[in-house]
């Protein structure tokens, strides 16, 4: 399985960027997926997860009302939408998959992209 992650950049404080994930090599559908993020000399953390069919959404307290994980089954894709964006937001985005249900942590993903640097000025 192979991830791509895109759509990382550059944005003010306020901004939007809409992050997208691609994956290869089996069934997109029997994964559920996750974006992870690590800032400059910060451990990665989680911030969002969608299961397999895309019925339920988690997110990190830090982003919620503010992301919006998504997924195109027929696409292999799955999005990461960033609204309302903040400095403390920068950091290098990873998607994820994991077969099992859903995952919230990072040990419970067995494929991960290369990431996508995010960087929001102030």
């Known amino acids: 399985v192979q991830l791509q992650a895109s759509g990382g950049g550059l944005v003010q404080t306020g901004g939007s960027l809409r992050l997208s994930c691609a994956v290869s090599g089996r069934t997109f559908s029997t994964y559920a997926m996750g974006w992870f993020r690590q800032a400059p000399v910060k451990e990665r953390e989680f911030v969002s997860a969608?299961?397999?069919?895309?019925?339920?959404?988690w997110y990190a307290d830090s982003v919620k009302g503010r992301f919006t994980i998504s997924r195109d089954n027929a696409k292999n894709t799955v999005d990461l939408q960033m609204d309302r964006l903040k400095p403390e937001d920068t950091a290098v985005y990873y998607c994820?998959?994991?077969?099992?249900?859903?995952?919230?942590?990072?040990?419970?993903?067995?494929?991960w992209g290369q990431g996508t640097l995010v960087t929001v000025s102030s």
């Open positions: 969608i299961t397999q069919s895309g019925g339920y959404t």
């Open positions: 994820a998959a994991t077969e099992e249900l859903y995952g919230l942590a990072q040990h419970e993903y067995d494929y």
